[in-house]
C-alpha cells in the first residue's frame, strides 16, 4: 500500500495543476456573478431612464441576468478543462425542447414586450380589440385585462392583442361627435339646421375650432339627413352624444319639424 508521501510525489504534479484551474474557475465564477449583478442593475437604471416600461423592466433584467449566467458557466466549465462544447449542445437542446413546448406561452410573452415597448395603450385608456370595447385595468408580461362598461372583467393573451387591430379610443384629449339628424321632406330643413347650430352654440362642451359642420349629407329614401360634426373633450363625449340626441328630439318637436322613420305606400288595385 502507498503511503501518502508516495502518493504525494506521484499525483502532486497533477493535483496543483488541477488546483489552480478549480481555484480560479471559482474566483471566475464569484466574481463574474458580481459583475453579472452590477451589469443588471446598470442596465436596469439605464431602462428606466428611458422610460421602459416599469412591468417590463424585471423580465428584460431577468433575460439578460440568465444570458450573462449561461456565458460564465461556459467560461467556468473551459477553465476546469472539460470540453464546452457538449455542455452547450445540451443547453441548446433543452432550450429548443422548452421552446416547442411552450410555443403558445412565448408568443404571448413576446406580445407583451411588443405592447410595453411600443405602448399603444397605457392603464386606463378605453380600447377596442378582437371586437371587445374596455378600460385596460392591467398589462402583464403574458395577459391584458380590460373591464367593460357593464362591468365584465376581460383577460386577452398578448399574443392575440399584439397581433389584433388595436382602437385607442381615449388617447387623445378630443374627440369628434358625429351624428345623422332625419327629417321629414315636407319640413323646413334651414329651420332644422338653425335648431342644431343653436343647441351646439348654447352647449360649452362643444369645442368652437375647430368649428362645428351642421349640412344636409343626403336625401334618403324617407328623409332628408343633416349630419353633424362637432368636436368635444373625450372625457365629455357620451354624455355630449345623449344630452344632445334628447336635446335635438325636444326642440324639433316643439318646431313642428318631424324625424321620419321608414314607411311603405301601399296600393290595393281590384282586377274585374
Known amino acids: 500500500m502507498e503511503t501518502i508521501e508516495a502518493l504525494w510525489d506521484k499525483y502532486s504534479e497533477v493535483i496543483l495543476e488541477k488546483g489552480v ?16 449583478k452590477r451589469v443588471v442593475s446598470i442596465l436596469g437604471n439605464i431602462l428606466t431612464k428611458r422610460g421602459v ?9 431577468g433575460v439578460a441576468k ?40 412565448l408568443a404571448n410573452f413576446a406580445g407583451g414586450i411588443l405592447i410595453l415597448v411600443l405602448k399603444p395603450f397605457k392603464n386606463g385608456d378605453v380600447i377596442n380589440v378582437n371586437g371587445e370595447t374596455g378600460s385596460v385595468q392591467a398589462i402583464s408580461i403574458v395577459t391584458t385585462t380590460l373591464k367593460t362598461p357593464d362591468n365584465r372583467v376581460i383577460y386577452m393573451a398578448n399574443g392575440a392583442v399584439a397581433g389584433a387591430t388595436i382602437t385607442n379610443i381615449t388617447q387623445e384629449s378630443t374627440r369628434r361627435w358625429d351624428f ?50 362637432a368636436w368635444v ?39 274585374k
Open 233 to 271: 373633450d373625450t372625457s365629455e363625449y357620451w354624455n355630449v352624444h345623449f344630452d344632445m340626441i334628447e336635446n335635438i328630439k325636444k326642440e324639433m318637436d316643439k318646431a313642428g319639424i318631424s324625424i321620419p322613420y321608414p314607411q311603405r305606400d301601399i296600393h290595393v288595385y281590384n282586377e
Open 53 to 61: 416600461e416599469a412591468t417590463l423592466l424585471p423580465t428584460l433584467k
Open 180 to 229: 345623422v339628424c332625419g327629417i321629414g321632406y315636407d319640413d323646413d330643413f334651414e329651420k332644422a339646421k338653425e335648431i342644431i347650430q343653436g343647441l351646439i352654440a348654447a352647449d360649452d362642451r362643444f369645442h368652437k375650432d375647430p368649428a362645428p359642420f351642421v349640412r344636409v349629407g343626403n336625401l334618403g329614401d324617407s328623409s332628408v339627413d343633416i349630419t353633424i360634426r
Open 21 to 36: 484551474d478549480i481555484v480560479i474557475a471559482i474566483l471566475m465564477l464569484v466574481i463574474g456573478l458580481w459583475i453579472i
Open 66 to 105: 440568465g444570458m450573462l449566467t449561461v456565458v460564465l458557466l461556459i467560461a467556468v466549465v473551459q477553465q476546469l478543462g472539460a470540453d464546452a462544447s457538449g455542455f452547450v449542445a445540451i443547453l441548446g437542446a433543452l432550450g429548443l425542447a422548452v421552446g416547442f413546448a411552450l410555443q403558445g406561452s
